[in-house]
Every structure is written in C-alpha cells, then in structure tokens.
C-alpha cells in the first residue's frame, strides 16, 4: 500500500508563493525507484499535467503554463517531493496532486500509478 500525502496549500494573492509537498509511505514502497509529478485540477476543467521529476533529480519537466514560475523538486532521505510555486496567478487555483509513477513519459501524459488526495490552492487577484 503506498500513500502520498500532500500538504503546504492555502489562500494566497496574487504574485505571492507557496510550497507544496507530499510525504511518499508505504511498506514496500522505495521511493527512490519513483519519478514523481504535480498535477492540477480547477473547477470545471480537467485533471492535468504541471511538474515531474526523475528519480534521481537530475531532470525535470514543466508544462508551459508554470515554466519559469514553479520548480520541483525531491528529497529522497525524507521521501517527500516539493513544488515550489512563485508568482501566482489567480488561474493556478486548483487542487493539486502528487503522483508517483514508473516511467516519466506515462507519467507526464496519463498520469501516476499513485495519487495523493489533493491540497487546494487558492490565488486571489
């Protein structure tokens, strides 16, 4: 059983910055073995792809809508991936979601094997 659990949203304005993170656990789950991606859902549109990253770390993959503004990020000893969000804007509000998955390419385009339950972001203008 594997376990993502995202924490770190809120209600900020525009401009502002939050960092999210999600806690991987499981009792088979290696973490290190996962890449691990940010997905995102607003109101009346559909679930889609924001931010992965690689096992290691060493490569990272942005939608174009954050390029520039977001940046994720993993710390494997704390099995926890970050996603730092700078410069807010108000169509970012969203429930965001962690997701974990084996291949970097699925991932990015169907999604993770793992979901976490989400963390609402709020960004007021």
């Known amino acids: 059983q594997v376990q993502l659990v995202e924490s770190g949203g809120g209600l900020v304005q525009a401009g502002g910055s939050l960092r999210l993170s999600c806690a991987a656990s499981?009792?088979?789950?290696?973490?290190?073995?996962?890449?691990m991606g940010w997905f995102r859902q607003a109101p009346r549109k559909e679930r889609e792809f924001v931010a992965a990253?690689?096992?290691?770390?060493?490569?990272?993959y942005y939608a174009d809508s954050v390029k520039g503004r977001f940046t994720i990020a993993r710390d494997n000893a704390k099995n926890t991936v970050y996603l730092q969000m700078n410069s807010l804007k108000a169509e970012d509000t969203a429930v965001y979601y962690c997701?974990?998955?084996?291949?970097?390419?699925?991932?990015?385009?169907?999604?993770?094997?793992?979901w976490g339950q989400g963390t609402q972001v709020t960004v007021s203008s």
């Open positions: 997701a974990a998955g084996h291949n970097i390419v699925v991932l990015t385009k169907r999604g993770g094997d793992y």
């Open positions: 499981g009792r088979t789950f290696s973490f290190s073995s996962y890449v």
């Open positions: 990253i690689n096992w290691s770390g060493s490569s990272t």
